[in-house]
């Protein structure tokens, strides 16, 4: 159980362009999405937290209108880079967890999506 | 400052053979400590979840301690596989539930 899902799981996009990356909750309501990004051999920094229904708690120095993020359903987060730049390359993953449940401080990680921007 | 130290960087140990990794926090207040392992390119997957009055956990190979009162936890692997090659990443939770990641160690098995 506790199963995260990403998609794409690579995508590459031509600078200027928007990309979206999706993560679902498959086996259970995730009433909290975080989005992490990760920069090859360093540790994944939080970007946002989504709590559905909610608007989005960014990090400090994360622009909000630049990554936009939606948690319309307990199942499912996006995440839309707009107008992205080579410098937003990196690897995303989300995490989820129900808080509802009793242990509901269980973050399960999604496996990633490799953004590259040319 | 809340930070998470793990030591060392990396790691080379042959198949077979024991390892331990460290980790040192200065999170607080501190709600509970996990292991987690990360593939190359995947995200990171659970191996333990340890709370404030729990010392030690186990999940097959992999044994995690937890010193609360030094701050200190370790992860120790049993009889490597080449499948352990991977980062282990030591991630503290602050009471609020804001994770803060430590930068990992890279560990790989050679046969």
């Known amino acids: 159980g506790a199963v995260v899902s990403q998609h794409p799981s690579w995508v590459i996009c031509k600078s200027g362009t928007s990309v979206k990356i999706e993560c679902r909750s498959l086996?259970?309501?995730?009433?909290?999405m975080f989005w992490y990004r990760q920069f090859p051999k360093q540790s994944l920094m939080l970007m946002a937290t989504?709590?559905?229904?909610?608007?989005?708690?960014?990090e400090q120095g994360v622009e909000k209108d630049k990554f936009l993020i939606n948690h319309a359903s307990l199942t499912l987060s996006t995440l839309t880079v707009t107008s992205a730049h080579p410098e937003d390359s990196s690897f995303y993953i989300c995490?989820?967890?129900?808080?509802?449940?009793?242990?509901?401080?269980?973050?399960?990680f999604g496996p990633g999506t490799r953004l590259t921007v040319t | 400052k809340n930070q998470v130290e793990q030591s060392p960087q990396s790691l080379i140990i042959l198949e077979g053979k024991n390892c331990t990794l460290q980790?040192?926090?200065?999170?607080?207040?501190?709600?509970?400590l996990r292991w987690y392992k990360q593939d190359t390119g995947r995200g990171p997957v659970s191996l333990t979840i340890?709370?404030?009055?729990?010392n030690t956990k186990s999940n097959g190979r992999y044994t995690a301690t937890l010193d609360a009162d030094t701050k200190q936890s370790s992860l120790h692997i049993t009889a490597s596989q080449l499948s352990d090659s991977a980062s282990y990443i030591c991630?503290?939770?602050?009471?609020?539930?804001?994770?803060?990641f430590g930068a990992g160690t890279i560990l790989r098995v050679k046969s």
């Open positions: 989504s709590n559905e229904g909610s608007k989005a708690t960014y």
């Open positions: 340890m709370t404030f009055s729990e």
């Open positions: 995490s989820a967890r129900d808080q509802r449940l009793a242990g509901g401080y269980e973050q399960y």
């Open positions: 086996d259970f309501q995730a009433t909290t």
């Open positions: 991630v503290v939770s602050r009471y609020g539930n804001k994770l803060v």
């Open positions: 980790c040192n926090y200065t999170v607080s207040p501190f709600s509970n």
